[in-house]
């Protein structure tokens, strides 16, 4: 299994910008599609956005798109989650997951697709 270590996590007012990281070890990171999820307090957790293993494909959940932009460096093992135009509404526990790129999935948004997480990073924007 891949190891997964998010960070950057904090209290930004709305408008402000954060940049999570996730460092991955363990494991080769290339082989990996790597997806970012969140987590409110008494919500489910839900997708953000997913990225390939080489980065050529990416996708977001509508309510993040425009705002937030996921990348990765696989020469550093580590995946992002540029966050602009935070809101209110974007506080929750930020989530990082890998899943195989053998598991034949394409860019899954769904939790249950991933069996590698990452602890997680606090998020919180003020209003």
């Known amino acids: 299994q891949v190891q997964l270590v998010e960070s950057g996590g904090g209290l930004v007012q709305t408008g402000g910008s954060l940049r999570l990281s996730c460092q991955a070890s363990?494991?080769?990171?290339?082989?990996?599609?790597m997806g970012w999820f969140r987590q409110a307090p008494g919500k489910e957790r839900d997708a953000v956005a997913a990225?390939?293993?080489?980065?050529?494909?990416?996708t977001y959940v509508d309510a993040v798109k425009g705002r937030f932009t996921i990348s990765r460096d696989n020469a550093k093992n580590t995946a992002y989650l540029q966050m602009d135009s935070l809101k209110p509404e974007d506080t929750a526990v930020y989530y990082c997951?890998?899943?195989?790129?053998?598991?034949?999935?394409?860019?899954?948004?769904?939790?249950?697709?991933?069996?590698?997480w990452g602890r997680g990073t606090q998020v919180t924007v003020s209003s």
């Open positions: 997951a890998a899943v195989t790129l053998y598991s034949g999935l394409d860019l899954p948004l769904t939790p249950e697709k991933y069996n590698n």
């Open positions: 363990g494991r080769t990171f290339s082989h990996y599609h």
């Open positions: 990225i390939n293993w080489n980065g050529d494909r990416i």
